[in-house]
C-alpha cells in the first residue's frame, strides 16, 4: 500500500462505522473512576519472595470509537515493598462483548484493557488486562504487568467506582 494514512484512517472508518450501533455502552464522552488495586509482585523464581502490592487511584477515560474504544490516563498511589510510590501512564479500552437482558438493556460489557506505567520509584511497566463494567457504575477486573527496570511482574485484581455523573441525553422531541 502505497499510502499508510490512508489505509489507517479507513480502519477508523470501519471502527466508527461498526461502534455506531444502539448500543448503552462505551458511549460518548469521559468517565471518572476511583480505583483500588490488590496483587502481588513475582519474578516467577525461587530467588525471590513474591510481594503484596495495594493501590489507590484515578482512572480517566474519554471514549473515541462509540460502543468500542476508549482511551485514558492512569493515576495514583501504590504500595509495594515497603515503600509508598506513584504510578501514572496511558491505557485503552477495548470492547469485546456486551451483556444484555432483552427488556431491561445491558447489564455489563467485558473489555480488554492495555495499560503502560511509569513510577516514581523508576517502575517502568506496561502489560493488559480484562475488566467488567457493570451497569456502567462499576468496574472489576484483573491485569497482569511487566515491569521492564526491575525484571518483575505485577498481577492485580481492582475494582472501580465510577465518579463522574452520567450526561442525561436530552429527548429530541421533548418540549
Not at 499508510?4 to 468517565?31: H, M, N, S, V
Not at 489507590?56 to 493515576?75: C, K, S, W
Not at 456486551?98 to 460489557?109: D, E, H, V
Not at 491485569?143 to 450526561?167: C, E, G, M, P, V
Amino acid at each position: 500500500m502505497k499510502n499508510p494514512i490512508t489505509f489507517l484512517i479507513c480502519i477508523i472508518y470501519c471502527l466508527a462505522a461498526i461502534g455506531q450501533q444502539a448500543d448503552t455502552e462505551f458511549t460518548k464522552g469521559w468517565l471518572l473512576a476511583g480505583r483500588l488495586t490488590n496483587g502481588a509482585i513475582t519474578n516467577f523464581k525461587n530467588t525471590a519472595p513474591d510481594l503484596y502490592t495495594g493501590g489507590i487511584g484515578l482512572n480517566t477515560q474519554f471514549t473515541v470509537v462509540p460502543g468500542l474504544l476508549r482511551l485514558g490516563a492512569n493515576a495514583g498511589a501504590v504500595y509495594h515493598s515497603k515503600k509508598v510510590s506513584g504510578l501514572f501512564g496511558p491505557m485503552a479500552a477495548l470492547k469485546l462483548k456486551n451483556f444484555a437482558t432483552k427488556n431491561f438493556g445491558s447489564l455489563a460489557n467485558m473489555h480488554l484493557i492495555a495499560e503502560a506505567n511509569w513510577g516514581t520509584n523508576k517502575q517502568q511497566m506496561a502489560g493488559g488486562g480484562l475488566g467488567f463494567e457493570i451497569l456502567g457504575l462499576a468496574h472489576i477486573g484483573i491485569t497482569a504487568q511487566r515491569d521492564y527496570k526491575w525484571n518483575h511482574w505485577w498481577l492485580q485484581s481492582f475494582i472501580a467506582i465510577r465518579l463522574n455523573k452520567f450526561k442525561q441525553e436530552e429527548d429530541k422531541y421533548s418540549r
